[in-house]
């Protein structure tokens, strides 16, 4: 008991260290059990937010106006399963496998981001997803490049990239239509109504209330709080709009002089936490969809496990065979 | 609009156009991720294809969006609708492999479309082993892996003929050649993958055709109601 105690001071000093001094954690170093189990619940929660996240866009794939948005968008969707990929590997590092964590996604046990509960009404939808919803995204996921735990840490970097193109092509896609004729321009106006209220409210909820901020800040898994977030967020976008020639509505919105910032008028939370308990637009179909898909494929995921399992006893009774010829 | 409807590409543009529809369909329902990762990339590339051969016939989204059920040139293997997986699987691995040959062809000749079928030809091999290993899964899987999959190579056997009628503007390709190809390829991926040749009729009957001469099936209706509606719905607009 007593060789015990000074062991494992000795490697959260290290942990502690390497933490300090901006290194990376890696998934053979020694790490706390609540380090862990945040970062599998973050990288959880951020790989179903990517898969359950191509069904709002998914929903447009086969209606694409043009055949170059129709190649944008399926590329885009693509980019998001290959997110999903990196990110349930970066999970597997931990040690949570990807079947467990969608079981948990499936049973509502894991979540995903919220935003990816409200529907994609019209096309313009495609172009405030894109510049809104990636832009948000990109916000909270450039400071995850410099996460302490590496593999997430490079995961990000990879998605950060991509997801920056999917933003410009969100909001070329806005701007064209913001030019084009009345009505898409009132189309895009509509979208971008719709979605920037959802949009700041990716950033989760205000500091104060923020259940997980603090922890994460100290273990550096997290850089910067929501609020800090939310405000770089709402600065980029004012000019941004303008530039499209469209408006955000808020009535509130204005230049503050002294702080150097945006002044936004207030967000309704009570509607984000009625999203989050499971009571937007779309909680039920996402869910319904994903898992439909995951147990219409149960057959096709047990016949490739056969398969493979077979080519490997063969493939041993080959190598037996062998060994008993020499 | 200035269209040639003459040439090849508009045909073999149309195969890939449908398709690569038909594939975007699974985006959000594959079985398995890396299943979105690769149905997604085989829809892109013959999206890409589609966008190239359609460049050649006339201006790509008047084509696409445009045009009625009646002018579409496509097979009407690659409208069918999608199934279970064992049925996107099925049409994958017969038109895959009847796409990899004749392109192969094609990429040897000096036409019009030999640069765009040496670049494809790659694309399409890759397909084609994708369709295969997915054959050999599904068939020497489970019980129930196997019955699906034989249900739908029979099931879509029928549209399988219609493949060789030779195509307008395509006249150095040997298509009963092309045609013993595919069988002999055929017939050997399915019995690796413990699967029987379906036996029924390819031609007679009622197997497909027509499809090169604006027949179509009625999936294909609406396909076409859903893809075209947007583009549609705002005559002259800019996307």
């Known amino acids: 008991m007593t060789t015990i105690a000074p062991e494992e001071t000795a490697r959260e000093a290290v942990f502690d260290a390497t933490v300090a001094a901006d290194e990376r954690i890696e998934p053979r170093d020694w790490m706390p059990d609540a380090y862990r189990s945040s970062l599998v619940r973050q990288i959880a929660q951020h790989a179903h937010s990517e898969i359950i996240g191509m069904q709002p866009e998914a929903n447009w794939i086969t209606r694409a106006p043009s055949l170059r948005r129709k190649a944008i968008l399926m590329a885009k969707v693509q980019d998001e399963a290959g997110h999903g990929l990196y990110l349930y590997s970066a999970a597997e590092t931990l040690g949570a496998g990807r079947d467990e964590l969608l079981d948990k996604l499936h049973s509502g046990r894991q979540k995903y981001s919220s935003i990816f509960n409200y529907p994609t009404l019209t096309w313009a939808d495609v172009g405030a997803i894109g510049w809104l919803v990636d832009g948000a995204a990109i916000t909270n996921q450039v400071p995850l490049c410099r996460c302490s735990y590496g593999p997430y840490a490079r995961a990000m970097i990879r998605v950060c990239k991509e997801e920056s193109f999917h933003q410009r092509q969100g909001y070329e896609l806005l701007l064209t239509l913001s030019r084009g004729t009345d009505a898409q321009h009132a189309m895009a106006q509509d979208a971008v109504n719709r979605w920037w209220w959802p949009s700041l409210m990716m950033f989760g909820p205000p500091d104060d209330e923020s259940a997980h901020s603090a922890q994460s800040m100290a273990w550096k898994i997290k850089r910067h709080s929501n609020d800090e977030l939310r405000q770089r967020f709402v600065d980029i976008c004012v000019p941004q709009a303008e530039a499209l020639g469209l408006t955000l509505p808020d009535p509130d919105l204005r230049w503050n002089e002294e702080r150097g910032h945006w002044d936004f008028g207030p967000i309704d939370w009570a509607e984000f936490r009625e999203v989050l308990k499971g009571n937007g637009p779309c909680n039920e179909e996402r869910i319904g969809r994903r898992r439909r898909a995951h147990e219409e494929g149960a057959w096709v995921r047990e016949a490739a496990a056969a398969h493979a399992a077979r080519k490997a006893r063969n493939a041993a009774r080959t190598a037996g065979t062998g060994e008993a010829t020499r | ?239």
Do not use: C
């Open chain 2, 1 to 239: 609009m200035t269209q040639r409807t003459a040439t090849p590409a508009l045909p073999l543009g149309d195969d890939a156009l449908i398709l690569s529809h038909r594939l975007g369909e699974w985006a959000g329902n594959a079985p398995v991720l890396e299943e979105e990762v690769a149905l997604a990339n085989i829809a892109l590339d013959l999206l890409g294809q589609a966008r190239v051969l359609l460049s050649l016939a006339g201006d790509e989204d008047e084509l696409a969006y445009l045009r009625e059920e009646r002018q579409f040139r496509n097979l009407q293997l690659v409208e069918q609708p999608n199934g279970d997986f064992a049925h996107t699987i099925a049409r994958q691995l017969y038109f895959s492999t009847y796409q990899e040959l004749l392109y192969a062809h094609l990429a040897t000749g000096d036409g019009e479309l030999a640069p765009l079928a040496a670049k494809a030809v790659k694309e399409v091999a890759y397909h084609r082993d994708h369709a295969e290993q997915w054959t050999l899964r599904l068939g020497d899987g489970t019980d129930e892996s196997h019955t699906r999959m034989q249900r739908a190579l029979d099931a879509l056997w029928r549209f399988t003929g219609e493949l060789f009628e030779p195509v307008e503007g395509l006249d150095t390709v040997p298509w009963p050649a092309l045609y013993d190809r595919w069988t002999a390829r055929i017939t050997a991926i399915l019995e690796r993958a413990t699967l029987s040749v379906p036996e029924g009729p390819q031609r007679g009957a009622w197997t497909a055709g027509g499809g090169r001469q604006g027949l179509h099936t009625e999936p294909f209706g609406r396909l076409l109601a859903e893809m075209q509606h947007l583009h549609r719905s705002h005559p002259g607009a800019t996307w």
